[in-house]
């Protein structure tokens, strides 16, 4: 069993240790030799910039760190986990090897360096550095999971099965662990274990969705399969795999249509799905829509020339569409492959009749007699049905026509089971998550908007007017999606911005606030907010009225506070988490303050009441927030996040149709995830 991709991994940002400000990136222009850096502050900003998924401006931090201190363990720690989350898992090994070498005691750096190695297929390697993790943390529940999965990568099963029982026995809450014992369960064929223990599994956890895939795959009732697929891709609409084990589910209670909708819903997402393409083809074939199931087939040959499976099916449409030369050339290659297989002749023998070659067709039709009056070789030998697995033994007879046919679905293995990183530290990406839905973020300004951003469209007169007169470097958007920093240029040309900057205000007698502005915007570039915080006081000090340094100060101190707390407000299925600590409802009024002061300079930035609701949601106050939302839609009627998050507000306080209205308004205003939502609100 293969780990998770990065895509799919929950990656949790470890607090931090110390609670200092952060560091200025650019102090080297004033500091330049290494060891007068401040390497725990730019240690901070990188965390900051790991939590926040930043991967690559993360290792330009954690470089600067290193080039400095190079004995240091945690910043090639940090760095690893940057690495592993770009794929990068021989570098993620390198530096836990690093971190592991200056500090054998973090049993961190062992976990992630037994998660990269897992990734590269070095499993033994993998199950020692688990197993030293351990030593270090017996029994810690996220440790004893890698190291079961990874024993089962290795061919330990038995060991596997010993680790599964000493975790359950200790955490038999945890229903990650039902699931993966499950799947060992299965690669034994045990399927009565493997039921047992996912039924377990969604006792603890309705919402765990490999249990919910996989115990369709067992059930033999097609009704109840069905409706654990449909919870399944309720909670997961995205995931390909579930629409296509979920067409087959319909195709067998014999829903054809809806079958066909989830077949072309993942071929619109992955055109190249090969299991998607076959199936619709199939689907298309019953239906006699054999110009269509044609193009499927060609398409799927286009992308492996030699599949046996589509030949053969190729050769049926184009006999029923009387193409005879066509489609006796694909049987000819069906015959060629498999010279004992009874469908083959069959097939060619009503080709050869059908195009007027009676003697041929007759010989034909005596070969497929002879097979099918004769014990088959090999008829306990199955085609495998994973779409990962398409080769067939050319010298098996056992190969039938309906192996050739049967509708595939895609193994849930392939998905793999949810898997974290054991520190509490590490973040996790909510899209990666089965239980909960984040609210829309709040608004900022940035100098990035990410591609297909829905809210860049969105008007802050202030901000129209800086652009206009190119006040700044660069152009200003205004987001609640602030992308990645993915080029190591750009970020190294903020870094040099700052540089410039400090040389400019350091040089001034009377420094000026758009000076100050431009550097925090920098400065929230590259995820230092505590200083982007402190140059935004500057410039409320200078220009009191300038409405946009409030709002930006408000964002500052809400990646400052999410940073450090590591919090984030979650739509569960029926209420959200609000529990507030004295310091976080602090930064939650200081917060609030800044936008009240924005609103009162400019009562017709949207974006600032938005903001404003979406904080007292995270005060538990759902009725203002309500109010907020409302006036920012009155203002800004195709403000999509608007209408999500109050539709929450609204279903978390009964008023169900209200919500209904306001998710299905953000789904058709482009946030996508308002549709999951209502699935969930309807059940």
């Known amino acids: 069993m293969k780990l998770p991709s990065p895509q799919q991994i929950t990656l949790k940002l470890a607090k931090a240790a110390k609670t200092a400000i952060f560091a200025i990136i650019a102090i080297t222009a004033i500091f330049p030799a290494r060891a007068q850096l401040n390497t725990d502050r730019i240690?901070?900003?990188?965390?900051?910039?790991?939590?926040?998924?930043?991967?690559?401006?993360?290792?330009?931090?954690?470089?600067?760190?290193?080039?400095?201190?190079?004995?240091?363990?945690?910043?090639?720690?940090l760095r690893a986990i940057a690495k592993y989350s770009l794929e990068d898992f021989v570098g993620a090994e390198l530096d836990a090897s690093e971190a592991i070498d200056r500090n054998p005691f973090l049993p961190d750096a062992w976990e992630v360096r037994g998660v990269a190695r897992q990734c590269q297929g070095k499993n033994l390697e993998a199950v020692g550095d688990y197993q030293h993790a351990l030593s270090l943390l017996p029994y810690n529940?996220?440790?004893?999971?890698?190291?079961?999965?990874?024993?089962?990568?290795?061919?330990?099963?038995?060991?596997?099965?010993?680790?599964?029982?000493?975790l359950l026995e200790n955490y038999p809450q945890f229903d990650n662990g039902y699931v993966g014992r499950a799947q060992l369960h299965l690669n034994r064929q045990d399927t009565v274990s493997a039921r047992a223990d996912l039924d377990r599994a969604l006792t603890i956890n309705p919402n765990s969705v490999q249990a919910l895939s996989l115990r369709a795959a067992l059930t033999k009732e097609p009704q109840e399969a069905l409706a654990d697929m449909e919870r399944a891709v309720t909670l997961q609409p995205d995931r390909t795999y579930l629409r296509v084990n979920r067409a087959v589910a319909r195709y067998r209670v014999g829903d054809l249509n809806g079958a066909l909708a989830d077949f072309d819903y993942v071929v619109e997402l992955e055109p190249t799905n090969y299991a998607a393409l076959f199936n619709r083809a199939m689907l298309r074939l019953e239906l006699k829509d054999n110009d269509r199931a044609l193009r499927d087939l060609n398409r799927l040959l286009s992308l492996r020339p030699g599949d046996m499976r589509t030949i053969y099916n190729r050769a049926i449409v184009l006999y029923e569409k009387r193409d005879y030369d066509a489609a006796l050339a694909d049987a000819d290659r069906i015959v060629e492959a498999y010279p004992d297989m009874f469908a083959a002749y069959a097939l060619r023998g009503q080709i050869l009749r059908d195009s007027g070659h009676s003697s041929r067709a007759m010989a034909d039709f005596r070969r497929a007699d002879q097979i099918a009056h004769r014990p088959a070789?090999?008829?306990?030998?199955?085609?495998?049905?994973?779409?990962?697995?398409?080769?067939?033994?050319?010298?098996d007879s056992g190969i039938t026509a309906n192996q050739f046919q049967t509708l595939l679905t895609i193994d849930s293995e392939n998905e793999q089971i949810e898997q974290t990183f054991n520190t509490a530290g590490l973040r996790g990406r909510i899209q990666d998550r089965t239980t909960a839905i984040e609210l829309q973020p709040i608004y900022q300004l940035s100098y990035y908007s990410a591609d297909g951003d829905v809210s860049s469209s969105v008007y802050v007169r202030a901000i129209n007017e800086l652009n206009a007169a190119r006040a700044l470097p660069y152009v200003v958007y205004v987001t609640n999606n602030v992308p990645a920093l993915t080029r190591e240029a750009d970020a190294a040309r903020h870094f040099a911005d700052i540089q410039q900057l400090n040389s400019k205000i350091s040089s001034s007698a009377e420094p000026a606030a758009l000076d100050y502005f431009a550097r925090a915007m920098d400065y929230m570039t590259v995820r230092d907010y505590d200083h982007a915080l402190a140059d935004l006081d500057r410039v409320i000090a200078l220009t009191p009225d300038f409405a946009p340094a409030y709002l930006e100060?408000?964002?500052?101190?809400?990646?400052?506070?999410?940073?450090?707390?590591?919090?984030?407000?979650?739509?569960?299925?029926?209420?959200?988490?609000?529990?507030?600590?004295?310091?976080?409802?602090?930064?939650?009024?200081?917060?609030?303050?800044?936008?009240?002061?924005?609103?009162?300079?400019?009562?017709?930035?949207?974006?600032?009441?938005?903001?404003?609701?979406?904080?007292?949601?995270?005060?538990?106050?759902?009725?203002?927030?309500?109010?907020?939302?409302?006036?920012?839609?009155?203002?800004?009627?195709?403000?999509?996040?608007?209408?999500?998050?109050?539709?929450?507000?609204?279903?978390?306080?009964?008023?169900?149709?209200?919500?209904?209205?306001?998710?299905?308004?953000?789904?058709?205003?482009?946030?996508?995830?308002?549709?999951?939502?209502?699935k969930r609100m309807s059940q």
Do not use: C
Not at 49 to 57: K, N
């Open 43 to 77: 240690t901070d900003v990188g965390r900051n910039a790991l939590y926040f998924e930043d991967y690559v401006l993360a290792i330009q931090h954690f470089n600067q760190v290193i080039a400095a201190k190079p004995w240091l363990a945690e910043p090639y720690y």
């Open 141 to 166: 529940r996220q440790l004893l999971f890698s190291a079961a999965l990874a024993q089962e990568d290795a061919g330990l099963t038995a060991d596997a099965d010993s680790t599964y029982s000493i």
């Open 377 to 395: 070789k090999n008829h306990d030998k199955s085609y495998s049905s994973d779409s990962s697995d398409n080769s067939v033994n050319p010298e």
């Open 553 to 678: 100060r408000a964002a500052a101190r809400v990646m400052i506070q999410e940073s450090q707390t590591g919090r984030t407000t979650e739509v569960t299925d029926s209420h959200t988490e609000t529990r507030l600590s004295a310091e976080t409802s602090l930064a939650l009024n200081q917060i609030m303050a800044d936008l009240d002061q924005a609103l009162e300079l400019d009562p017709l930035m949207a974006i600032a009441h938005y903001n404003r609701g979406t904080i007292l949601l995270r005060m538990g106050a759902d009725a203002d927030a309500i109010d907020s939302f409302s006036r920012a839609i009155e203002i800004e009627p195709s403000l999509g996040p608007a209408y999500f998050n109050r539709g929450y507000a609204r279903f978390n306080r009964g008023n169900r149709d209200g919500a209904v209205a306001d998710i299905s308004r953000a789904g058709q205003l482009g946030i996508h995830s308002g549709y999951n939502l209502l």
